[in-house]
């Protein structure tokens, strides 16, 4: 059964469930960030438990396969190499599952701080799309919303 499981789950495929499965967890921040599933499921670390998971899947995959991990580090050194590096499908879906949890947890934290402000759900659609999108950009301007809700700043919070 194992090895069914793990032939199924090939590179391509991780891809689009993890796509796929994020999405469910989006629309929950975007349109219920009040509700108790997603209080206790979406801001909790479920979904980052899930896409650890993911992630240990594709270093082990990476790992059989006998992917140069050494290589990673070469990343640092020029934007070749990180191109390079991006040419390995492994090496970018472990990148994209890295990527889609960070920018779920940014969603969440989003949405905590956005409730302890009590700020509008309705204005918190803008910058959470634009999180799910472009996770930075999306985190600037929720900042920029706070802080004119708020009426006051804080670098530190």
């Not at 759900?121 to 996770?135: A, C, D, E, N």
């Amino acid at each position: 059964m194992i090895e069914q499981i793990y032939t199924y789950f090939t590179v391509e495929m991780l891809y689009y469930w993890v796509n796929l499965g994020v999405l469910p967890f989006w629309l929950v921040l975007i349109f219920f960030p009040q509700s108790y599933f997603c209080r206790y499921f979406v801001t909790s670390i479920f979904p980052i438990f899930i896409l650890s998971g993911v992630y240990i899947f594709i270093l082990y995959k990476a790992y059989l396969n006998t992917y140069p991990f050494n290589n990673n580090f070469t990343l640092y050194l020029s934007i070749d190499n990180v191109s390079d590096l991006f040419s390995n499908k492994t090496f970018l879906m472990m990148f994209w599952t890295h990527f889609i949890c960070i920018n779920l947890f940014t969603g969440g934290w989003i949405v905590k701080d956005s409730q302890k402000f009590s700020i509008n759900k309705i204005l918190m659609f803008f910058p959470l799309s634009i999180t799910y999108l472009i996770g930075p950009l999306g985190l600037f301007i929720y900042w920029l919303i706070r802080i004119f809700h708020a009426k006051s700043v804080s670098l530190y919070d």
